[in-house]
């Protein structure tokens, strides 16, 4: 690959620089969710010091985001420098390459945090511009807050499988619920209104079905149940952020994503016992998954005319593996082929095990509340470690105070650049 030259700046360039990266950075944070199975994308076009145009990529099979703001742009882009938070494509998908459209537009100058993780770009994208004489240019200072907004994308376009946040409400003991299952609620108000910022930066949302019979959930985004005073809490930054600095999270407590109008799909893993009452049966993004060996059982079920229904519209959906392991990697293949990309798991102690054992959990968001229960629900069942050498160690740990409670954040492996 050719050498990509690395910047080193003034003080009031690397201002100038900070400012138009890290709108780009907002912009593409502010379609999480909306891309899958493409990674979100931000772009700034920019030329004597002016800003001339933004873009962002649009949902899959539309413009990607350098498209868009060239796009966006008007007059002469001839000497323009532009910025982007991932390097441009170069192959065709379901849009044409981006590297072709930034040569015709007569952009001289490309700053980029990050290459693309995609075998069919990686580098390519970078060589493709230098061969037409447009400088590139690395910005290596946010390599990092760029890659916190692609690890779902690299985990998807390399692995095949969703990228899955584990969300849970623990009380300092380290339980979800009481012994009556009791939960509401661990957290409080700011933490709340976190998790629904969360969700909409999603593409999908997995609990069990437990979850289900017991509180008859939404799952959806509710900005509204919230009053002006949690707004506040983050409007005035009254939380504490302790650790590695992620710009995923930092875009959560500061709100960066306003656009909530795409549709999350609704996981439910095991089919409740009664289906007549539940609001996830009435909604078409709500899918059941359950197991071959339960097929016959269904046909004595009281409400089997609501299940027909739903199998017949491919919203129960029958996975053929026998062990709980098999069954969580043939959902997520599933998962993969109908576009999630970015999964929040909220189901119960079971089902978080499930995918404990299977290896994929891949962020851990933990709000920790200073309450005691005592004997409870546990966060995490299955088979865990027997021993604490063969534990799972979270990295790139950030913990954010939010008042009473106290967000916990890591992954589970540190995210391998793409050499430079």
Not at 94 to 110: E, L, N, Q, R, Y
Not at 140 to 150: G, K, Q, V
Request: aromatic share 8%; hydrophobic share 40%; net charge neutral.
């Amino acid at each position: 690959m050719h050498r990509i030259e690395t910047l080193f700046l003034t003080d009031m360039e690397s201002q100038k620089h900070n400012e138009y990266m890290t709108l780009a950075l907002k912009l593409a944070f502010g379609k999480l969710g909306v891309t899958s199975p493409n990674p979100a994308v931000g772009a700034v076009i920019v030329k004597d010091d002016t800003i001339l145009a933004t873009g962002s990529t649009q949902a899959c099979g539309l413009d990607h985001a350098e498209v868009v703001a060239l796009k966006n742009a008007t007059g002469n882009l001839a000497g323009a420098t532009m910025y982007v938070t991932l390097e441009p494509c170069c192959h065709w998908g379901k849009t044409p390459p981006c590297t072709d459209a930034i040569i015709k537009a007569g952009i001289t100058k490309v700053i980029i945090p990050a290459l693309d993780p995609n075998p069919a770009v990686a580098g390519k994208g970078v060589r493709a511009l230098q061969q037409a004489g447009i400088e590139v240019i690395f910005l290596r200072e946010f390599s990092h807050p760029a890659i916190d907004l692609l690890r779902p994308f690299k985990k998807s376009i390399l692995r095949h499988r969703p990228f899955i946040i584990h969300k849970a409400a623990i009380s300092l003991d380290g339980r979800t619920a009481t012994t009556m299952g009791d939960s509401k609620w661990i957290s409080s108000p700011v933490s709340r209104l976190l998790v629904h910022r969360l969700r909409a930066c999603a593409d999908t949302i997995i609990v069990g079905k437990a979850t289900v019979e017991k509180d008859n959930p939404a799952l959806t985004v509710r900005y509204t149940d919230f009053s002006q005073e949690t707004e506040k809490f983050y409007e005035t930054k009254q939380y504490t952020v302790v650790g590695y600095s992620n710009s995923f999270i930092n875009g959560l407590l500061e709100a960066w994503k306003t656009d909530v109008t795409h549709d999350l799909k609704k996981i439910v893993i095991g089919l409740p016992d009664k289906l007549q009452n539940s609001k996830l049966a009435g909604d078409d993004n709500a899918y059941f998954f359950t197991t071959h060996k339960e097929k016959d059982e269904l046909l004595k079920r009281e409400d089997y005319t609501i299940i027909a229904k739903l199998i017949d519209s491919g919203r129960i959906q029958f996975l053929q593996s026998d062990s709980s392991v098999d069954q969580i990697h043939e959902l997520l293949d599933i998962l993969h082929t109908k576009g999630s990309m970015i999964a929040v798991l909220e189901g119960g102690a079971r089902v978080a095990g499930s995918f404990f054992d299977s290896g994929e959990f891949d962020q851990c968001m933990y709000f920790y509340s200073p309450i005691l229960v005592g004997k409870g629900k546990n966060v995490i069942e299955g088979k865990g470690r027997q021993f604490i050498t063969e534990s799972m160690s979270l990295h790139d740990v950030t913990s954010v105070f939010l008042g009473h409670d106290i967000l916990v954040s890591g992954y589970k492996e540190s995210y391998q650049f793409e050499a430079v």
